[in-house]
Every structure is written in C-alpha cells, then in structure tokens.
C-alpha cells in the first residue's frame, strides 16, 4: 500500500515561495500520475497540477505561473513550489498518487496533508 | 474550466436510511467523474472512480451512477462513520475541478 507524506514549513512569509517536499514508500513513484491539491481552511478542494512520465506537467492555468511541480525518482519524492505567496494561499497542501494513464490520472491515494500559514 | 455542482450543500440523515448526493457538470464529461470522502480533520479518500466503480477497500453500501453530466452518490444504509464531507470530482479535462462538498451528518 503505497504511503505519502507532505514536509515542509508551516510558515511562509508574504511574496515568498512555498516549497513543500512529498515522499513516496511502498510502491513506484515511476509510472504514475502524481498530482498536487490544496484546501483553504474550512473550504473546498482545488487541484493545483500534476507530474507524469517523470518530467511532463499540466498546471492550474489559475496558478501556472507561479507553480513548479517536480519530482525525484531516486529519492522517491515529489515537490512543489509556489512563488509570491499570498495569504490567499494559505492552505492544507495534499499530494496525491493518481493512476498510470491520462484517463486514470487524477488524486486516488491521498497524503494526510501539510497545513502551509502565509503571514508576516 | 468545467464546473461542478453539488446538491444538497448539507444533509442530515438517521442510522440505516438510505443516502442521495447529486452531481451535475457544466458540460458533458462522460463517466470521468470521481467521488471523495473527507472526514473531520482528515485527507480525503477515494470511494468511487469513473461514476460506478467502487475503490478496493470501500463498503458496498456506497455506490455511484450517472454519465453526461448528471451523476449520483447513493448511500443504501447509513452509518454512523459515514459522517463526513462528500466531493465529486470530474477527470475529463485539466483542470481538474470539484464540487463544493455536500456535509452529511448523523442525527
């Protein structure tokens, strides 16, 4: 049963960047789909991007230009930065194993998740 | 970006009753409709993939139906884990977007 967990500092000054880490045991991080959402304090899901074929990635068009997602296969992890932060991004960040193809690739396994405060 | 739209927002139901959540796009999106539970507190789970195909592990009592743009999450009977908050998810396009959650609680 593959595991996910989301690092990262909890704290994020304004107009900088948010940088989160998520690592990957019990299963591949090769093949997959492996998606990044996030979740504001007592509100909704919104699904910021994903990774695939170990390089290719599709973004939010409402966050591409300040996303990076990236992974590395020999640390079985994933990342994601976000640049000039707002306290409009403070969220529960989740990463999320999707399937093996286009049509499967959305979130099925879930991290617990890392809240992500922005303020000075 | 193809919206989602969930009814009703909120619903509270007894042990054992049998449970409607509904989902409808803003277009068509075949049977790429996914269906997540969220517990207090907790990450969300996967209950049902593609409209009607139940995840490994979950109750049989949860079911999915639907394609097109209309889609429901049936409950047969109620149980008192099955608080939670319910989204629907739709997979046809990026970005992938979700309902606005339908909280479900035991009374």
């Known amino acids: 049963q593959v595991q996910l967990q989301e690092s990262g500092p909890g704290l994020v000054k304004p107009s900088e960047t948010l940088s989160l880490i998520c690592t990957v045991s019990g299963g591949s991080i090769s093949n997959f789909y492996w998606n990044w959402i996030r979740q504001p304090p007592g509100k909704g899901l919104e699904w910021i991007g994903y990774i695939y074929d170990s390089g290719s990635t599709k973004y939010n068009p409402s966050l591409k230009s300040r996303v990076t997602i990236s992974v590395d296969t020999s640390k079985h992890q994933l990342s994601l930065r976000l640049s000039s932060v707002t306290a409009a991004d403070t969220a529960v960040y989740f990463c999320?194993?999707?399937?093996?193809?286009?049509?499967?690739?959305?979130?099925?396994?879930w991290g617990q998740g890392t809240l992500v405060t922005v303020s000075s | 970006d193809i919206q989602m739209t969930q009814s009703p927002s909120s619903l509270s139901a007894s042990v054992g009753d049998r449970v409607t959540i509904t989902c409808r796009a803003s277009q068509t999106i075949s049977n790429h409709l996914n269906w997540h539970q969220q517990k207090a507190g907790e990450a969300p789970e996967l209950l049902i993939y593609?409209?009607?195909n139940v995840q490994s592990g979950v109750p049989l009592r949860f079911s999915g139906s639907g394609s097109g743009t209309d889609f429901t999450l049936t409950i047969s009977s109620l149980q008192p884990e099955d608080s939670a908050t319910y989204y629907c998810?739709?997979?046809?396009?990026?970005?992938?977007?979700f309902g606005q959650g339908t909280t479900l609680k035991i009374k």
């Open positions: 998810q739709q997979s046809y396009s990026t970005p992938y977007t």
């Open positions: 593609d409209a009607t």
């Open positions: 999320a194993r999707g399937g093996e193809d286009f049509w499967s690739g959305s979130p099925r396994d």
